[in-house]
């Protein structure tokens, strides 16, 4: 309950997931009410729906995000709140499996879609990674590609916020300390930063980086700070809690540290269409 004693309240959490994620264990009810405590004017659901197919039966993934949503949709039907309630749902690795990602946002209109990377190459998440086991060069190697992915998602364009673009990033610094250089990768994350911005996609910022051993949001001041500069200003804000506690986890700082950059707004979707929210 820290993040209630901030002296400005906060905006929004558009990145959370329930008991509908593989690696979830809340029900939707206890994650809406704790929103509406936290006093968010903006709270979305958004279970995994990673399109990797050996994780998980396509069928079972389905109707999970079924549930998932209509029971978001219940619960803002059921309750009458200054929060609003928004269903949506996180879509991983849609550039490999296009068709299947298109079933899946034929499935039930929602508020927002999270399009986000796991993987790189051959493997299945950098989560599964033995970063202190592989030579720097193809760390740096795995890295580039994953940007490379990313653009190709933002091309493919059918979502609304880029999730979490530093994402191996807490697993190669935070986790086993590995120092990377991003300014490597300038040109890269410039391009991905350009194409995010042509398409009025929001960048996302995912506080869950500074509960976690790397101690930064992801992305961080440096990439946002370029965003800003490149044009870029619609930002999401997402804790990506996978438990009660998380919901709301280091929403202030983040927002705190985006007025600090220049950013004057924060953007939330609406069936699929942006509103802005005042920092
Ligand atoms: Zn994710
Ligand atoms: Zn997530």
Same mark, same amino acid.
């Given at each position: ?173 935070? $986790? %086993?300390?590995?120092?990377? #250089? &991003? ?8 391009? +991905? @930063?350009? *194409? ?43 804790? $990506? %809690?996978?438990?009660?506690? #998380? &919901? ?8 705190? +540290? @985006?007025? *600090? ?19």
């Amino acid at each position: 309950m820290t993040a209630n004693l901030s002296d400005s309240p906060l905006l929004m959490d558009c990145h959370t997931h329930s008991r509908h994620s593989f690696d979830g264990k809340e029900e939707i009810s206890a994650l809406c009410e704790q929103a509406v405590s936290l006093g968010l004017s903006a709270y979305a659901v958004t279970d995994h729906c990673d399109l990797y197919p050996p994780r998980y039966p396509v069928e079972a993934l389905k109707t999970a995000i079924c549930q998932s949503v209509d029971q978001v949709a219940a619960w803002r039907d059921a309750h009458s709140t200054t929060t609003r309630i928004l269903t949506g749902f996180e879509l991983g690795e849609a550039v490999d499996y296009p068709d299947l990602a298109e079933e899946f946002l034929a499935l039930r209109p929602v508020d927002l879609v999270i399009g986000s990377i796991h993987r790189t190459g051959d493997i299945v998440d950098f989560y599964y990674l033995d970063c202190a086991a592989i030579p720097r060069e193809e760390i740096y190697r795995l890295l580039e590609d994953y940007f490379r992915r990313q653009i190709r998602l933002v091309e493919w364009g059918k979502f609304d916020v880029l999730a979490h673009v530093t994402y191996p990033l807490r697993y190669i610094v935070g $986790d %086993a300390g590995i120092p990377i #250089d &991003l300014a490597r990768f300038a040109p890269l994350l410039d391009e +991905l @930063l350009s *194409k995010v911005i042509e398409r009025d996609l929001s960048l996302e910022v995912n506080s869950s980086g500074l509960r976690q051993k790397i101690g930064v949001p992801l992305p961080d001041e440096t990439i946002l700070k370029r965003y800003y500069q490149l044009g870029g200003r619609r930002i999401s804000l997402g804790s $990506d %809690a996978h438990g009660l506690p #998380d &919901l709301g986890a280091g929403i202030a700082d983040c927002q705190q +540290l @985006l007025k *600090k950059l220049g950013f004057t707004e924060l953007t939330f979707y609406q069936q699929r269409q942006p509103h802005t929210l005042s920092l």
